[in-house]
């Protein structure tokens, strides 16, 4: 018969993982829809059980968020204004029931291309911490995620926590998605970014499509031409040629590969207008 597994240690879990195939559990609100039969197949090691995994923490080196924190977790929790896309994404995560199940690390590992989370993460420049029986190791999101619903974790590893630096927990985030409906729905293209800026310019900028390519990216390019521009007509810097060269987008049944990058290009230039017009707003 299949075992169910809910240790209340870290180590047990570790141990666990060690000498078994498992299927790590969490809120599951991935893991149900995916499978057709009344219940998960195999082993199922839930974690959810485990002190070391939950809570949100902050010290020097920066922000800590464990692997069991939920997405209404994110929403609840007081962090910097670099966390507001982050938290602008956990409110665009299906229904209220999935945020209050639905863990941020879960959504990672699922690496669904259009994964809500991933890009605002990414402009935090988060690393993803993965702990085995024999050690730890931090991964950048970006090797983390190796593809369309493929991830670098081995399978005698979980994910412990994601990681964010304390020196990108400045500026401002923001995030924006494009579905068929306002909720409950999956992104057709979605962008993140975090501003940092000075006198009216732009001194550092992190932006990232999601929904676009197999996994979230970066626009390096669009990051490197924007810092120094002023904030209030750096939206002009952004064009199909300034966007489209990162992504690779699809054809499916939610919008074709043309449109995903033209909704990309609009939704990054959106977050850059809307950055512009709250510093106006607080400057007045």
């Known amino acids: 018969m299949p075992a169910y597994h809910r240790p209340s240690t870290l180590a047990d879990a570790l141990d666990i993982l060690a000498s078994d195939p498992v299927t790590l559990a969490a809120g599951c609100t991935d893991l149900y829809p995916a499978t057709q039969a009344k ?13 070391d995994l939950q809570g949100i923490s902050q010290d020097d080196a920066g922000w800590r968020i464990g692997a069991a924190v939920t997405w209404a977790e994110i929403i609840r929790h007081h962090m910097p204004p670099a966390f507001d896309g982050l938290k602008r994404a956990a409110r665009e995560v299906g229904s209220v029931q999935i945020q209050t199940a639905g863990t941020v690390a879960g959504n990672l590992c699922t690496a669904s291309p259009a994964g809500d989370g991933a890009p605002c993460l990414m402009t ?7 702990m085995s029986a024999t050690g730890t190791r931090r991964l950048p999101l970006a090797a983390f995620l190796t593809g369309a619903r493929r991830t670098a974790r081995r399978d005698d590893e979980l994910v412990s926590a994601i990681r964010i630096p304390a020196r990108a927990a400045s500026g401002e985030g923001d995030f924006l998605k494009l579905g068929a409906r306002r909720y409950l729905v999956i992104s057709i293209a979605m962008a993140a970014a975090r501003f940092e800026t000075k006198d009216g310019a732009i001194t550092r900028a992190a932006l990232a499509v999601g929904a676009c390519s197999p996994t979230a990216v970066r626009l390096t390019e669009l990051e490197k031409a924007l810092e120094g521009a ?23 049944i939610r919008g074709d590969a043309g449109y ?5 290009t609009e939704l990054v230039r959106r977050l850059i207008l809307r950055c512009a017009e709250k510093r106006a707003e607080v400057a007045a």
């Open 39 to 51: 219940a998960l197949p195999g082993d199922i090691l839930d974690i959810t059980a485990i002190p």
């Open 124 to 130: 935090l420049d988060a690393e993803v911490e993965l």
């Open 260 to 264: 995903r990058s033209e909704a990309a």
């Open 230 to 252: 002023p904030l209030a007509t750096a939206a002009k810097l952004v064009s199909p040629a300034t966007v489209a060269p990162h992504l690779s987008p699809i054809d499916d």
